[in-house]
């Protein structure tokens, strides 16, 4: 079997997301949580794109990412079409509320309104669930595409046949 390398590189990201991970379970805001919904279904995204385009160990994990990711995002928060507390919004709809307010009222409620996002908010149980659910699910694709690319070997597609020349 194959040893996996990873650099060093690559180990201080991984070291800085779960750091940041935790940061955001520590001080859950609406803004926080929202990013991280909108990071969770934003990379699901391109996982389906690199499962299409993809070759080879790339097409593998892209695609186990994208079918663990998907899967335990649809079991975990409901995809009723009204807003739910539990579903966490994309980022999207907070800088809209933004953009409004700075258009139509007074310029001082700019600030009144990024600092409710931005706010620390420990007792609401709602945006810690979100925060920790998009968390979870971003950890299972990851687990889901390193799996589909041990599930897929060292080659999955055999490589094309080679000509020799005569001469």
């Not at 097409?59 to 186990?64: E, I, K, L, M």
């Not at 739910?84 to 009222?105: A, F, W």
Request: aromatic share 8%; proline share 6%.
């Amino acid at each position: 079997m194959i040893r996996p390398r990873v650099s060093i590189a690559a180990l201080m990201v991984g070291v800085l997301l779960i750091a940041g991970g935790f940061a955001a379970l520590n001080y859950p805001s609406i803004l926080g949580a929202n990013a991280l919904g909108t990071l969770l279904q934003g990379s699901l995204l391109v996982s389906i794109l690199g499962a299409v385009l993809g070759r080879g160990s790339r097409r593998a994990f892209w695609s186990g990412f994208a079918i663990s990711g998907v899967a335990y995002t649809l079991m975990v928060f409901d995809l009723a079409p009204r807003p739910s507390p539990t579903r966490p919004l994309l980022v999207t709809g907070d800088l809209l509320i933004l953009l409004k307010e700075v258009m139509h009222d007074d310029p001082n409620t700019w600030d009144n309104h990024l600092e409710w996002m931005t706010t620390t908010q420990r007792t609401d149980w709602t945006l810690f669930y979100q925060t920790g659910q998009s968390l979870i699910a971003l950890m299972v694709g990851m687990l889901g595409g390193l799996l589909g690319r041990g599930f897929a070997g060292a080659d999955p597609e055999p490589a094309a046949p080679r000509l020799r020349r005569e001469g």
